[in-house]
């Protein structure tokens, strides 16, 4: 595979923030940039603003072709003209992450101390909170007082809790979706298997792998390989794959490879051409971090006292990596303050990643629930 150690990115369309950011680590950011995209109008009021959190690998090109990669937006199945997030009728805003490598700050972005070599692993280590605070930079930059919804899956759920916590009158309406308000003892597990991978490249050099020219490749793959399996089903992959082999020569051949493998293989290959494995590092361990409850006392239901946002969470059925349980946790949690949450378990085979898969049921309700709410706010 080609290695480079250049830090020059495709170009983003971003906004920087000279006053910086001040970080949860207690380290202040001397600027931050944010990098985004946006889809349809903002109204005259500026009320019909939707903005949507991406998961971990995720980015800002969630509803039009990657410019690094040249696949389809990642959401283009929700977000679009007509579709259950209508560009038509929302104003959409989608943003890289803080510590991503799509364009916003981070460990890819030049160092504030030494603009010629990128940040590395000097980069602080940064919260999901850090990340929504980072995306309230932006939201202000707009000039829009009020979200009509704050919607994302997985990590992005898990930033749409935080927006809800830190800044109810922002947010109208808040659908956290397959996600949960901790990150569990497996999921961390997980993680850290990933975590060790990259760091036992021989490419990796402590984090400093651009100053050999080099890449960890081969462990950011195996990284992206564990994460893989767990957004999928035991049924998914049996249905999909099941034990047939690449080439059917028989079991014999010893050269010759389950079609799982070769699948999880390419999804390790084109990861690694896509993602900075620093970045990588920083985002994993963000949502290790993230426990909504513990930064209220213990108690979840504290994070949402008084709350006036319209919540609708998601869980899917098959999903082993956030599963239904969290998902009710947070709704028993909401009721507990006597929230307007409502909640749906969507039956799907698929595993944690249905949510970005076409999921009749889910998209129905999602447009519903968006409906509704725009007739409460006088949107409709």
Known sequence: MDQSPSITETPHQSV???????LDCGRTLASVTMAYRSYGTLNAAGSNAILICHALTGDQ?????NPETGKPGWWEIMVGP??????????VICANVLGGCMGST?????????????WGTDFPQVTIQDMVRAQKLLVDHFGIAKLFAVIGGSMGGMQVLAWAALYPEMVFAAVPVATASYH???NIAFHEIGRQAIAADPYFYAGHYWREGMRPERGLAVARMTAHITYV???????????KLQNAEGLSALGDQFAVESYLQYQGSSFVQRFDANAYLTITRAMDLFDLAADHGGVL???FKGTRTRFLLVSFSSDWLF???QSRAIARALNHVAANVSFVEVQSDKGHDAFLLDEPDFHQTLRGFLAGCAEHAGLA
């Open 301 to 303: 239901s504290r994070a």
């Open 82 to 91: 007509g579709k259950p997030v209508d560009t038509d009728l929302y104003f």
């Open 233 to 243: 089903s035991e049924e998914a992959l049996t249905r999909k794959f099941g034990r």
């Open 184 to 186: 569990s003892a497996q």
């Open 16 to 22: 920087t923030f000279a006053a910086g950011l001040r």
């Open 323 to 325: 599963p239904t349980a």
């Open 106 to 118: 981070g460990p890819r972005s030049p160092h504030e101390d030494n603009p010629d070599q990128p």
């Open 61 to 65: 090109y969630v509803a039009e072709p």
